[in-house]
C-alpha cells in the first residue's frame, strides 16, 4: 500500500505564501498524477492542481497564477507552492498519488491525510 504525508499547512495572513509537500512511501511499480484536492467548511472536495509523471501540469482557474505544483519523483514527492493566497484559500489540503502497486493490479488512488492551510484577512 502506499501512504502519502503532508506537511507545511498553517495559519498565514491575505498576500502570504506556504509551501505544502507530500511524500509518498511504500511498495510501488511507479507513480502516475499525482495532485492536491482542498475541502473548505462547506464545500466539496475540489482539485486545486495535478502534475503527470513528465511534468504537465493542470490548475483550477482560482489558482492559475498564484499557485504551483512540482514533483521530485525519485523522491516520490509532490509539492504546492502558493503564493497571494486569499481567505477563500483557506480549506483542508489532501494529497493524492495515481500508484501501480504490482504488474497485475490497476492503478489505485491514494490519499494524505489533510493539511489545514488558514489564510486570514
Known amino acids: 500500500q502506499v501512504q502519502l504525508v503532508e506537511s507545511g499547512g498553517g495559519l498565514v495572513q491575505a498576500g502570504g505564501s506556504l509551501r505544502l509537500s507530500c511524500a509518498a512511501s511504500?511498495?510501488?511499480?511507479?507513480?502516475?498524477?499525482m495532485g492536491w484536492y482542498r475541502q473548505g467548511p462547506r464545500n466539496q472536495r475540489e482539485l486545486v492542481a495535478e502534475?503527470?509523471?513528465?511534468?504537465?501540469?493542470n490548475y483550477t482557474d482560482s489558482v492559475k497564477g498564484r499557485f504551483a505544483i512540482s514533483r521530485d519523483n525519485p523522491k516520490n514527492t509532490v509539492y504546492l507552492q502558493m503564493n497571494s493566497l486569499k481567505p477563500e484559500d483557506t480549506a483542508v489540503y489532501y494529497c493524492n498519488a495515481d500508484a501501480k502497486i504490482s504488474w497485475w493490479t490497476p492503478v489505485i488512488r491514494s490519499w494524505g491525510q489533510g493539511t489545514q492551510v488558514t489564510v486570514s484577512s
Open positions: 511504500g511498495s510501488m511499480l511507479r507513480i502516475n498524477n
Open positions: 502534475i503527470t509523471s513528465g511534468g504537465s501540469t
